[in-house]
């Protein structure tokens, strides 16, 4: 949605006016869901929490499957030869250091220390 990232507070979103307070969107006034503000990484984290599975589960669960129901996975969702090369890398905890979308870095963490 839209909202993510936002900070808390009411903000114009299309037609609507969207609540975000904590981990939540609301229709402003209301206590009608607007949508879902959590990260990709916060989905697979708790994916992974919940259901028990593998680290390796929960991130084909946010690729590999996706792609394999869009009938794109022979472009996405794996990085097979040929593929359009879109990844990130992880540290062991599932949280993103950098984003990469055709092999270029798209979205470095800014961190006082280097990955290397």
Known sequence: MAAMGLSPGCHNLGSQVVEINGNSAHLAGTTTLAGSIATMQKCVK?????????????????????AQL????????????????????????????????????????????SMA
């Open 46 to 66: 708790h994916f992974k929490l919940a259901s028990g599975c593998s680290t390796v589960e929960a991130l084909e669960g946010a690729s590999l499957h996706p």
């Open 70 to 113: 869009l009938e794109i996975e022979q472009r996405k969702g794996t990085l097979d030869y040929n593929t359009d090369a879109d990844f990130v890398f992880l540290d062991d905890d599932l949280n993103v250091h950098a984003t990469y979308i055709a092999g270029e870095l798209v979205w470095p963490r800014q961190t006082s220390h």
